[in-house]
């Protein structure tokens, strides 16, 4: 039997699909939506689980799913991370530190959304997964769609969900000067600004913020 290690990082797209499971330990998936979601073609996917269940990472699973325009769960078969393959947490800790989870990896993909007044990371960004937001984002001239397809992208990179606030600058300035709860949640924990054309940097400080 051959080492389960050695056919693991054969290609990106294994890479990615590795990412996807291990950073949704506790999840079941169906094939369509592990390819949708990691954005690799069928046959890509197919032949990338095939070798990620060969190797034990993952192991298929039969689960009951509500799909759309179905009011009853339908089963599905599907796949899971495999809880008790031995390396399992020596390769979360890997491929999560060599993952491109960083304010400039995050750039690269958003400003193909239009231009960035304000740009704040919290969350999985700075290691704090109990946060409820992980990027908040301002525009003079919103496309929701854009900054949506930008986010997923990344998503597809990383195997991540990453939470998202999009708004008007001048809402994200009002709502800082108001303390809303969605400001407050994200500047009152752990937080880094990596575009402000606003001075909202400035602003919070003022207040009872956390830099």
Same mark, same amino acid.
């Given at each position: 039997m051959a080492d389960p290690l050695s056919i693991l990082f054969g290609s990106q797209a294994?890479?990615?699909l590795l990412r996807f499971f291990l950073f949704n330990p506790s999840k079941d998936?169906?094939?369509? &939506?592990i390819s949708r979601r990691a954005r690799l073609v069928r046959r890509t996917a197919?032949?990338? =689980? #095939?070798?990620? &269940?060969?190797?034990? =990472?993952?192991k298929k699973k039969v689960?009951? &799913?509500?799909?759309?325009? #179905?009011?009853?769960?339908t089963r599905v078969h599907g796949y899971a991370? #495999?809880?008790e393959f031995p390396e399992l947490q020596a390769l979360q800790t890997f491929l999560f530190e060599t993952a491109p989870i960083d304010g400039k990896s995050l750039l690269a993909y958003l400003r193909k959304a239009g231009t960035l007044d304000? =740009?704040?990371v919290a969350g999985v960004f700075v290691r704090e997964f109990e946060q409820d937001l992980d990027v908040l984002v301002a525009m003079k001239k919103i496309s929701q769609a854009k900054v949506e397809n930008a986010i997923r992208a990344l998503e597809a990179e990383i195997g991540m969900e990453v939470r998202f606030a999009v708004m008007d600058s001048e809402d994200l300035k009002y709502r800082v000067g108001m303390n809303d709860k969605l400001t407050r949640n994200l500047f009152d924990y752990k937080h880094q600004i990596i575009v402000d054309r606003l001075g909202i940097?400035? &602003?919070?400080?003022?207040?009872?913020?956390?830099?």
């Open positions: 294994r890479v990615k998936f169906s094939f369509d &939506e197919r032949t990338e =689980v #095939n070798a990620l &269940e060969r190797a034990g =990472v993952i689960f009951f &799913e509500q799909l759309p325009g #179905n009011d009853k769960k991370l #495999n809880k304000f =740009v704040a940097k400035d &602003e919070i400080h003022k207040g009872s913020y956390r830099g």
